[in-house]
């Protein structure tokens, strides 16, 4: 089993910048790839950006390319995703995730979650 935590979540203006965190326990994490996921209401969960085990490859949903960067904490077992530029259509609840690889937690065929922490972006 894999438990995140994650955390950072909260109440921001078009424009800003916020950061999430999320760390990461549990006896199965070894070399897992880590990323994040949102939903907002009424839609499914997305992708949104993934961090593979050694932390040298990313990947970013068209959406967020060039506003959002993911990076890792390895010591600390934590994952982060920096959001700038915030939009409207951010607003979700936002979901770290765990899995054996970028492609698997990507697809979202065989991931850990965590509970989601909610981002609301107002204008």
């Known amino acids: 089993q894999v438990q995140l935590v994650e955390s950072g979540g909260g109440l921001v203006q078009a424009g800003d910048s916020l950061k999430l965190s999320c760390a990461a326990s549990?006896?199965?994490?070894?070399?897992?790839?880590m990323g994040w996921f949102r939903q907002a209401p009424g839609k499914e969960r997305e992708f949104v950006a993934a961090i593979n085990w050694s932390g040298e490859k990313t990947s970013y949903a068209d959406s967020v390319k060039g506003r959002f960067t993911i990076s890792k904490d390895s010591a600390k077992n934590t994952v982060y995703l920096q959001m700038n530029s915030l939009k409207l259509e951010d607003t979700a609840v936002y979901y770290c995730?765990?899995?054996?690889?970028?492609?698997?937690?990507?697809?979202?065929?065989?991931?850990?979650w965590g509970q989601g922490t909610q981002v609301t972006v107002s204008s």
């Open positions: 549990g006896r199965m994490l070894g070399r897992s790839a």
């Open positions: 995730a765990a899995a054996p690889s970028v492609v698997i937690l990507t697809a979202a065929t065989g991931n850990f």
